[in-house]
């Protein structure tokens, strides 16, 4: 059945004025997409799936770029000003570029959306100059260690020198900012907290930690293991000076200068210290699933309305439907608390 959309009315609770914003029951306005290209990846890290990978969403139930492409623009329509492409590895999705291309040129309220990627960058070398010419805005990369045996161990691939490849092709093209996430891990990667912020500064990139989430496959993860944000800052502290930056609005990382700026090393303390009462973000999974959490255990199928034929108007009202159930906090702290069915690599960051 075609994709396409048909000709409707501006999506339900809309002014005069153009569609009323997604505002949940909580009062949070959102504004940032974070679309799964794939569920698939090029590497096995220890913290999110295990050695032989997971099973893998079968190919029909994937969208099509027209289906994902259009669920943009019903988005970008409904106020959505960022999308963030995520995986698996999103650049493993065969026509990448072309995607980054089209929800670049949607024209929403607010204007054309900034279109971002979150990346472990092997492919960067062949790709960050089409993403680039394509209208993508920054990238995000993922890398845990500058130690090639170790970087061998966490992600059972031997790959570190395509990752710093990919890194200096993103930074050869002009992405900036370019921001480096790194999971903070007890016992694995966390002695070089220090090492991994100076690589950043010394390049003029952005270093930001993320405390490990209870969202690997094998269900493994504990709180006592996980590396807390006081534990980052504290290591940081031994050899920076660092001023907290004011101001930090709906963004995941809590942001520090470094020995009085302009540099600054970011946290993402979603469990330590949770940041739910400034969420912004909404994600479609790779199969069409909206999820108003990244910790959700409920999901809003999109993928059905479209191929049942459902216009604009209904996969509007699905977004604020969605939006509707999402609750005030992830409750991780909670003992009643349960981890997502899906791993990351199958919700996307």
């Known amino acids: ?24 029951r909580h009062g949070r306005l959102h504004r940032d997409l974070r679309i799964s290209l794939t569920d698939r990846c090029s590497l096995r890290c220890t913290y999110c799936m295990p050695a032989e990978g997971v099973p893998w969403l079968a190919g029909s139930t994937m969208l099509s770029t027209d289906e994902l492409v259009r669920i943009a623009r019903v988005g970008v ?25 089209r929800i670049a040129e949607l024209e929403g309220p607010q204007g054309r959306p900034e279109v971002s990627l979150t990346t472990n960058a092997l492919r960067l070398p062949a790709l960050a100059a089409p993403l680039r010419d394509a209208g993508l805005a920054r990238v995000n990369i993922s890398i845990d260690t500058l130690d090639r045996e170790r970087f061998r161990t966490l992600t059972r691939r031997d790959r570190l020198h395509d990752t710093l490849a990919g890194i200096a092709a993103a930074d050869s093209v002009g992405f900036t900012p370019i921001k480096l996430n790194a999971v903070a891990m007890r016992g694995v990667n966390d002695d070089e907290v220090v090492a991994l912020t100076r690589f950043a500064i010394e390049r003029g990139y952005q270093m930001r930690f993320i405390e490990q989430m209870p969202l690997d496959a094998g269900h493994t993860w504990e709180r006592t293991s996980m ?75 999109l993928r059905t309305l479209l191929r049942e034929g459902a216009d604009d108007d209904a996969l509007g009202a699905a977004f604020r439907a969605c939006l509707a159930g999402k609750k005030p906090g992830h409750d991780i702290d909670d003992p009643s608390f349960l981890q997502p069915d899906r791993p990351m690599s199958a919700i996307g960051g």
């Open 1 to 24: 059945m075609s994709t396409e959309p048909r000709t409707s009315p501006a999506p339900r609770g809309t002014t005069g004025t153009g569609p009323a914003p997604l505002v949940d």
């Open 227 to 301: 590396v807390t944000q006081g534990e980052i800052l504290e290591r940081l502290r031994t050899a920076f000076e660092l001023t907290e930056v004011p101001g930090r609005g709906s963004a995941p990382a809590e942001l520090w200068y470094v020995d009085g700026g302009p540099a600054t090393v970011g946290v993402i303390a979603s469990v330590s210290a949770p940041f739910c009462g400034a969420c912004d973000r909404v994600r479609l999974t790779a199969d069409g699933q909206l999820r108003a959490c990244l910790f959700a255990r409920s999901e809003t199928d």
């Open 77 to 101: 329509g409904l106020g959505i000003t960022e999308v963030r492409l995520t995986g698996g590895e999103p650049l493993l999705r065969p026509d990448v570029v072309d995607v980054v291309r």
